[in-house]
């Protein structure tokens, strides 16, 4: 098992340009969530899905867009990049609650906006 | 509001103990974390706490106090792969954790 993946792993893009991180998971997980991790700062919650075709705001959601298309797959978008938004971003997945509370993580996409 | 604490940084030695300390506040409670995270690699999970005492895992062990709003995590017969970071983490009463900054912990031999 691949556990869960991330592409890219690398990204600098210019302000006002888009993109889209993906994460996949193998685990058959229902929970999914994007963080991002800044220095001196926790780990903040972008957005989370909780099952195929859903999805919710986190902490910290405005200027990204999900998107929660098939259970293996969470995708998220950037539409237009601003500086503010350079960081490492973390996908995670886990069980429904009751089935457990690890979460598993993807090894990160280190995101530059300049 | 939610909120948890943990210290910045902390040097022990190679074979010695340390304790990490962890206070937290979250709407509702559904159990204390911690996880390991490596300079440059993603966390992974250490322990989990949702009951007053201590939990034992080999040379980790994880204690809650659910009435204090505490925890710590011990590290026995420190190496060096141990230097990471610690990160402490609450889950609320949607089950969405709440992350400290994490403490850094540098070991010297």
């Known amino acids: 098992n691949a556990g869960v993946t991330q592409t890219p792993k690398f990204r600098v893009l210019k302000t006002g340009q888009s993109m889209t991180l993906l994460c996949a998971q193998d685990?058959?997980?229902?929970?999914m969530y994007w963080y991002r991790q800044d220095p001196g700062m926790g780990l903040r919650l972008i957005h989370y899905?909780?099952?195929?075709?859903?999805?919710a705001k986190g902490e910290v959601p405005d200027g990204y867009n999900v998107s929660r298309l098939k259970k293996q797959n969470f995708l998220l978008g950037l539409e237009s990049a601003a500086p503010s938004q350079t960081s490492v971003y973390f996908c995670a997945s886990t069980g429904p609650p009751d089935r457990g509370h690890e979460q598993f993580f993807g090894p990160g996409t280190r995101l530059t906006v300049l | 509001g939610q909120n948890i604490d943990q210290p910045t940084e902390m040097t022990a030695t190679e074979g010695a103990i340390v304790q990490i300390n962890c206070t937290y506040q979250?709407?509702?409670?559904?159990?204390l974390f911690w996880y390991q995270q490596h300079a440059g690699e993603a966390p992974t999970f250490l322990s989990y706490?949702?009951l007053d005492g201590l939990e034992e895992k080999g040379r980790f062990s994880s204690f809650l106090s659910r009435s204090k709003g505490y925890s710590y995590l011990l590290l026995k017969e420190l190496q060096m792969k141990d230097s990471a970071s610690y990160l402490c983490?609450?889950?609320?009463?949607?089950?969405?954790?709440?992350w400290g900054a994490g403490t850094k912990l540098i070991i010297k031999p």
């Open positions: 979250t709407s509702g409670f559904n159990g």
């Open positions: 706490n949702v």
């Open positions: 899905s909780v099952g195929e075709g859903t999805t």
């Open positions: 983490a609450g889950m609320d009463s949607n089950y969405q954790l709440i």
């Open positions: 685990m058959n997980h229902e929970y």
